[in-house]
């Protein structure tokens, strides 16, 4: 029995392999290096990573056992930990705490995988595997880029990750869009994405949300998957450009990059 699960689980283990295999050959200089991530350095993106994996597993885990919500202060003594370390440190720490989520997520049977439901502490209500994973994936796809974009001008949003990074991305815009960067021009577009192939509407007025595709839409964005999340999540940078993206109507482009301005 496939589950919704599936996907995003194998896009976590074949990004945790490539970001640990690169991880793998960085030197103490790399580590204190910039990131694509503004104002962290390399070994805080894997920072926040490797926090962010033991939070996840821990909260998969008290799932698990039916233990419900991690205690009120867990993640601040984790993040603590982690921002206590050394750039090399947390350079060290990364690939096991990101591949022990990976497979306790891989471990999960089919009837767990469709059943389960995880309390991540953040959300009204638990959800289910393909949720969590999905939202895991978000933030691993988005930083792993941070990291590979600095060794690799042309480096891409994961091809795996893409089809759940989609489905997922207008679900955090209440936290990662300033549609008011617009002033009073509310619009509502019509974006047609490829690698894969999606079509849906964007609307910009009071706040920023997914719909279906408008039939009589203000402007039209074209892109690529890849350039589109880049741009959602703020990683489409003049001096980091996408091929392929076009935007018609009345926001242009660098309206549409302060609205979105990364996190």
Request: hydrophobic share 45%; charged share 20%; aromatic share 6%.
């Amino acid at each position: 029995m496939n589950s919704p699960a599936d996907q995003p689980i194998s896009a976590l283990r074949s990004g945790h392999d490539e970001l640990a295999a690169l991880v793998a050959g960085l030197g103490p200089d790399d580590l204190t290096g910039p990131s694509a991530a503004s104002d962290w350095d390399i070994s805080q993106v894997l920072g926040h990573l490797g926090s962010g994996a033991e939070i996840s597993l821990a909260a998969l885990d008290a799932a698990l056992a039916g233990t419900g919500k991690l205690p009120a202060d867990f993640n601040k003594g984790v993040w603590a930990r982690w921002d206590g370390m050394t750039a090399a440190e947390r350079g060290a720490a990364f690939p096991g705490a990101n591949r022990a989520l990976v497979e306790r997520y891989e471990s999960l049977d089919a009837d767990a995988r469709n059943t389960l439901r995880i309390d991540l502490g953040f959300l009204p209500q638990p959800v289910d595997v393909a949720t969590a994973a999905g939202l895991r994936l978000n933030e691993f796809g988005y930083h792993s880029w941070d990291v590979r974009v600095v060794y690799d001008p042309t480096a891409t949003i994961a091809a795996e990750a893409r089809p759940s990074m989609l489905d997922l991305i207008g679900n955090l815009f209440g936290w990662i869009a300033r549609p008011a960067e617009l002033g009073d021009r509310a619009a509502h577009l019509a974006v047609h994405v490829t690698e894969p192939a999606r079509s849906f509407g964007l609307r910009l007025a009071d706040s920023a949300s997914i719909t279906d595709v408008p039939a009589d839409p203000d402007g039209v964005l074209r892109a690529p998957a890849d350039a589109w999340l880049r741009l959602a999540g703020g990683r489409l940078a003049p001096h980091r450009p996408a091929p392929g993206i076009t935007v018609e109507g009345p926001v242009s482009l660098e309206d549409l990059r302060r609205v979105f301005p990364g996190f």
